[in-house]
């Protein structure tokens, strides 16, 4: 079985540390290079989506709406929530630290095809090891 590991750092918060996806709906988030540049400010670690926003330079309504897709994916949660004068604030994390994602379930043809994307959308990004 062909398959792509996005290694994430380890923090156990009694959650699973690795989860095999299943559904081809978070396969093409995670497998996309730009959507995936939105997800790693979260993976493993607690993050705000302001915080979020800051490390990757970009608006917060911007961040906000690809958390709001993570969360209806299952790939993000809510895990706790900051009291504050006003609204009070969401800290979100990865579902797991690890995502094993069968090749099948992913959008693309080939390897190759993975790697093509991959290095169009930016040359220093995280590619995912293929077991």
């Known amino acids: 079985m062909l398959g792509c590991l996005l290694e994430m750092k380890q923090e ?4 699973e540390t690795r989860v095999e996806l299943k559904d ?4 093409k988030l995670l497998t996309n290079p730009e959507s995936f540049r939105y997800f790693e400010p979260f993976m493993a670690r607690d993050c ?11 608006k917060v309504d911007t961040m906000f709406y690809r958390v709001k897709t993570f969360v209806k994916a299952g790939l993000l949660k809510v895990v706790k ?4 004068r006003g609204r009070s604030v969401k800290v979100y994390r990865s579902s797991a630290d690890e995502y094993y994602i069968p090749f ?7 390897v190759e095809a993975f790697f093509r994307k991959s290095r169009k959308a930016n040359d220093d990004i ?3 090891r293929f077991a």
């Open 48 to 58: 705000t989506v302001s915080q979020a926003a800051k490390e990757l330079h970009c």
């Open 104 to 110: 099948e379930i992913t959008p693309f043809e080939d």
């Open 81 to 84: 929530t900051q009291s504050r």
């Open 126 to 128: 995280l590619i995912p």
């Open 12 to 15: 156990n918060y009694g959650r």
């Open 24 to 27: 081809p709906e978070q396969a």
